[in-house]
Nanobody, 114 residues
Framework: QVQLVESGGGLVQPGGSLRLSCVASGFTFSRYAMSWYRQAPGKERELVAGITSNSGSRNYVDSVKGRFTISRDNAKNTVYLQMNSLRPEDTAVYYC???????WGPGTQVTVSS
């Protein structure tokens, strides 16, 4: 069965960095685009970043452009989200998702606070 498992979340100070990982199984990972979403308390879930199957195209929500980088390693069945210059408003649960699907990971908490 399809499984997506995120890791790498935690507590970080403003201006700090985190790298999230999502390990996929149960499907041919290299054939699918992947996405990162986030949801803050009381807010709608939003698409943060997406990447095509061969890393040929990457897209980001405006609020993270220049700070976040999505990447993938198809040999490891893993998609990453490198987050730099973190701000308190980045605090949310971050979810990995197979694009154009209803397959989600359980999420990992990111808290940006001093």
């Amino acid at each position: 069965q399809v499984q997506l498992v995120e890791s790498g979340g935690g507590l970080v100070q403003p201006g700090g960095s985190l790298r999230l990982s999502c390990v996929a199984s149960g499907f041919t990972f290299s054939r699918y685009a992947m996405s990162w979403y986030r949801q803050a308390p009381g807010k709608e879930r939003e698409l943060v970043a997406g990447i095509t199957s061969n890393s040929g195209s990457r897209n980001y929500v405006d609020s993270v452009k220049g700070r976040f980088t999505i990447s993938r390693d198809n040999a490891k069945n893993t998609v990453y989200l490198q987050m730099n210059s973190l701000r308190p408003e980045d605090t949310a649960v971050y979810y990995c998702k197979r694009s154009m699907s209803s397959y989600w990971g359980p999420g990992t908490q990111v808290t940006v606070s001093s």
